[in-house]
């Protein structure tokens, strides 16, 4: 079944009540998953430019998992996370 778009006064309608949309604090889109031959997983996001590589986290934690900002590609737009990455805490 196909889902249909409705104007603010149309779902109005449908939903008297109201529509409640919240954001999710500290969550960021993510492009794709892949797993490597080795085990290692990679969390690729959309990164448009050195400005928006260094807004986002060093670290992400995605399925109870814990992955490492390990790189960017400039031409393709996207920053790299690993779990294989090297992970310190600051202790105190």
């Known amino acids: 079944m196909a889902h249909q778009l409705c104007t603010l006064s149309e779902c109005l309608q449908k939903f008297p009540f109201g529509l409640r ?3 999710i604090k500290d969550a960021v889109p993510i492009r794709s ?3 490597l031959p080795d085990g290692v ?3 690729i996001l959309d990164c448009a430019d050195w400005k928006a590589l260094q807004a986002l986290p060093k670290v992400l934690k995605f ?3 814990l992955y490492g900002r390990t790189g960017w590609n400039s031409d393709s737009h996207v920053a790299f996370f690993r779990t294989d990455a090297n ?3 600051a202790q105190g």
């Open 21 to 23: 949309v919240e954001g």
């Open 33 to 35: 998953y892949e797993e």
């Open 41 to 43: 997983r990679v969390l």
């Open 63 to 65: 399925n109870n998992e």
């Open 87 to 89: 992970i310190a805490f």
